[in-house]
């Protein structure tokens, strides 16, 4: 079973979303990228993912990392 990452008080979604719309990515790019990678990932997936009502798991979060080419301190930035 895959590990998941709650975002009761971090809100990576949201870090997502923000890093993403700044390189102008689109969500269905996003999920190309990862599925190319082999990750398991929707469009509807991510939808929750950035709106918070769906935990990350690591996995995913490891090629949002990288498809999105950030760091996990941009990731969980709390501001």
Known sequence: ME???????????ENIRRIRLAQHIKQTQLVQLLQLEGINM????????????RH?????LRGI???????Y???FWDS
């Open 3 to 13: 590990q998941k990452i709650k975002q009761d008080s971090i809100r990576i979604g």
């Open 65 to 71: 990392r990288d498809a999105l080419h950030t760091t």
């Open 42 to 53: 929707t469009r509807e997936t991510l939808v929750k993912i950035e709106r918070g009502v």
């Open 73 to 75: 301190d941009e990731l």
């Open 56 to 60: 990350i798991e690591a996995t995913q």
